[in-house]
């Protein structure tokens, strides 16, 4: 998981002029597939740009979400299992 501290915690902050470029590379920080020039430049990106580390903490969020589901699985429903089947099997 990636951690960033931020200098304020401003509400409905406008995006900087860094932000464009620093959005491409957003997705492959958050996955820690950046070297470590590229990490250090997103890292003191994000700790002066409130807009950014919120799309950052919407992507935690977004995977630990979906890690929950995972261990959540549930199976569906007979009732749906069969109407699937009926409906797969049905001739015209």
């Known amino acids: 998981m990636v951690t960033v501290t931020s200098r304020s915690e401003e509400q409905d902050v406008p995006p900087c002029t860094g932000c464009e470029a620093i959005a491409m590379e957003l997705s492959a920080y958050f996955d820690n597939e ?19 580390r919120k799309k950052l903490e919407g992507m935690q969020r977004l995977r630990d979400g979906f890690a929950q589901l995972a261990m959540h699985r549930v199976a ?9 089947l009926r409906l797969l099997t049905r001739t015209n």
């Open 34 to 52: 950046l070297d470590a020039a590229e990490t250090a430049q997103v890292k003191q990106h994000l700790e002066h740009c409130a807009v950014c």
């Open 76 to 84: 569906p429903r007979r009732s749906i299992l069969q109407g699937l």
